[in-house]
């Protein structure tokens, strides 16, 4: 009885022990840095639709058994995935002149919203900009802005990392999207 009480009362020091650990103070979090750089784009995509392969920036290259690889289907476009191959510019007028591509792809992740996940980069070969920027991350595209990650770079963005705002500046049927890209970078080189 007494080896008992002796080994209760170790077990409750011990849990006093684990809470008094548990309840210490959290430490305070880090005011976010300002941005060490900014910049915003614009990009064009152009999915094809079966009777647009001169203009198509983007093809559908998975679909669900259901589906087909030519048009977007139903259900939120759950299951596709688009690759795509797009001019960037600086306003958002599709006609001016490119300062580099997004390169990449988004799939449709979720039946009943319509939601997708993206992942691609901004290669640039002028002498404006020279290099590449990586992003990354969940774009629920309902969200009048979503944020993603910038999660690296090249060149003249060696190491960069901060957060994109996405939002969607034009949307015109299941054909053309126009995404501005505010880009936010809080480590630069
Ligand atoms: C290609 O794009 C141009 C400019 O947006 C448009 O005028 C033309 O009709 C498009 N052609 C096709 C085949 O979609
Ligand atoms: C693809 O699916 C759409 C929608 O179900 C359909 O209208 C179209 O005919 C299909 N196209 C091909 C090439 O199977
Ligand atoms: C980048 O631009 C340079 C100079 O215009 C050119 O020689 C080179 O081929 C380009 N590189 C790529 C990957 O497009
Ligand atoms: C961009 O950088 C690459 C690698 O440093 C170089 O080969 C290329 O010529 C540069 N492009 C321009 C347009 O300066
Ligand atoms: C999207 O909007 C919903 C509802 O307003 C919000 O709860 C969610 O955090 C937003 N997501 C992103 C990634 O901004």
Redesign the pocket.
Known sequence: MGRTNNFSSIAFFLLLLILGCSAAPIPKLRARPQPCKRMVFYFHDIIYN?HNSKNATAAIVGSPAW??R??L?GQNHFGNMVVFDDPITLDNNLHSTPVGRAQGFYLYDKKDIFTAWIGFSFVFNSTEHNGSINFAGADPLMNKTRDISVIGGTGDFFMARGIATLSTDAFEGEVYFRLRVDIKLYECW
């Open positions: 079966g589906g087909n030519t048009i289907t």
